[in-house]
């Protein structure tokens, strides 16, 4: 999928990954800071903002949005920062397509299974709006809870660009994180912020982030609740700052001089990257404990027959 995209600056490539129900539009005030050094591309994922609309909505799926993006564009190892959605999917990348990614901040949110509290508002407001014709004063009266503006930031909650009826059938997967990544390990770093008035990742939990990201690194953004950019923007920046700062120009296992190596063929670009790059984790070197050892160890015959395709739908 061709993910819509705002880019601005030049330097290394940073990527921004907006959280669930929002869009790049969100985020164009970190990139614009960011932008001073480095190469930002501001990206709307799937069934956000001006993205393609899509019936799967699975961490993987979104990755190998992200990875299609990094080749298209031929990057070399871009920084991954995502929030909430954003950053779940940003670590599903990094652990299923290291070889892509050179490290990753993400915010408020980490790789476990969160208490669905979402359904129940996602399908009042899809039958409130089939009442009410789209991009009118109607929806938008039915949407005003959740579109209102923050007084602060200007920041809603909701895009109404979001692809409701795909986010609705999805709200159970993307409030999860896939159970295969589970079984697999990176050494690349990760940059783990969380807002202090948040209950959505406490600094004692950086245990749940391993053995996946032995190198995780916590940091709490004082002040803030889970929307950190919205609620201290320029503390925010300086963090993202810092962190972008302390990275090396590539990563620990990037090729010398090249980017990323294209997949075009077919097939799902995620899945084979993982059997190429990813190292499991202790964990999974089982065959019998790990539900990843016989795709891992036996290639597919075709690109079209990835053992992960059933991971995708």
Known sequence: MQLAFEQSG????????????????????????????????????????????????????LADDLLELIEREGLVRPYLVGHSMGGKAAMALALAAPYAVGGASVIDVAPLSYVDRLTHQVHSMMDALAHAPPRTAAA???????????????????????FLPAIAMSLHDLCGFPSPLRYLSTELPLHALAGSQSDCVQPALAALYQPMFPRV???????????????????LLASLRRALAAMPEQGPDAPPTKAAPSRRGGGNRVAKGRRERTTASPAASSPLESPLASPLESPPASPLASPFAALLR
């Open 217 to 235: 690194r916590m940091e709490v953004i004082e002040g803030a609740g889970h929307w950190v950019h919205a609620d201290r923007p320029q503390a």
């Open 140 to 162: 938008d009266a039915v949407l005003a809870q959740w579109l209102m503006p923050r007084v602060d930031s200007g920041h809603t909650y909701v895009d109404r660009r979001s």
């Open 10 to 61: 030049q330097g290394q490539p940073v990527l921004l990954l907006h959280g669930l129900f929002a869009s790049s539009h969100n985020w164009r005030d970190v990139a614009a800071g960011l932008a001073l050094t480095h190469r930002v591309f501001n990206v709307d994922l799937r069934n956000h903002g001006n993205s393609p609309r899509a019936s799967d909505m699975s961490y993987l799926a």
